[in-house]
T-cell receptor, first 111, second 110 residues
Framework: EAQVTQNPRYLITVTGKKLTVTCSQNMNHEYMSWYRQDPGLGLRQIYYSMNVEVTDKGDVPEGYKVSRKEKRNFPLILESPSPNQTSLYFC??????????FGQGTRLTVV | GQSLEQPSEVTAVEGAIVQINCTYQTSGFYGLSWYQQHDGGAPTFLSYNALDGLEETGRFSSFLSRSDSYGYLLLQELQMKDSASYFCAGSTDSWGKFQFGAGTQVVVTP
């Protein structure tokens, strides 16, 4: 079954404690992206990757890092989380000009 | 700010037709996409218009006019399960940058 898998689904952490949200896809897609979703703002792209070792900033990259060492994996790293990073996060993957598959989401709370 | 504008909410009764408009200000969009998202769930892909015109997929249709920087999603024969948020979105370059509208909450009433 084609899917994008994110972990964890829910996470509560404290300010400043580094965390990583994992994302894996089994469709051999070149493109992968991370989004955050906040009420009234839709989904905003944090980072995207066009292929292994090729990443670029989206609209809201501050406070986040990513890596793409393997085609299937695209982890999102928060080196020093802050309360304004409390949000719902989605990973997505695609081959063409449109996002095709999304992970189930990670609800992050930073206290 | 948002490059794609869509209404925040639309309410309609079961069996009706709803049209969700989306206008965009950024030039060079590589087509327009539509997604559905139920509360607490992940967005799911509905349709993609790469060229001008109408694309039909079952009860849902999507339209794009590049000259007017405008598109819409048409939901026909509304069902209760269609109550959800709908997002228009597009890619602004060929490298992967992607933007979403703020979403339209569709409320279907009996």
């Amino acid at each position: 079954e084609a899917q994008v898998t994110q972990n964890p689904r829910y996470l509560i952490t404290v300010t400043g404690k580094k965390l990583t949200v994992t994302c894996s896809q089994n469709m051999n897609h070149e493109y992968m992206s991370w989004y955050r979703q906040d009420p009234g703002l839709g989904l905003r792209q944090i980072y995207y990757s066009m292929n292994v070792e090729v990443t670029d900033k989206g609209d809201v990259p501050e406070g986040y890092k990513v890596s793409r060492k393997e085609k299937r994996n695209f982890p999102l790293i928060l080196e020093s989380p802050s309360p304004n990073q409390t949000s719902l996060y989605f990973c997505a993957s695609r081959t063409g000009n449109t996002e095709a598959f999304f992970g189930q989401g990670t609800r992050l709370t930073v206290v | 700010g948002q490059s794609l504008e869509q209404p925040s909410e639309v309410t309609a009764v079961e069996g009706a037709i709803v049209q969700i408009n989306c206008t965009y200000q950024t030039s060079g969009f590589y087509g327009l996409s539509w997604y559905q998202q139920h509360d607490g769930g992940a967005p799911t892909f509905l349709s993609y218009n790469a060229l001008d015109g109408l694309e039909e997929t079952g009860r849902f249709s999507s339209f794009l006019s590049r000259s007017d920087s405008y598109g819409y999603l048409l939901l026909q024969e509304l069902q209760m399960k269609d109550s959800a948020s709908y997002f228009c979105a597009g890619s602004t370059d060929s490298w992967g940058k992607f933007q979403f509208g703020a979403g339209t909450q569709v409320v279907v009433t009996p």
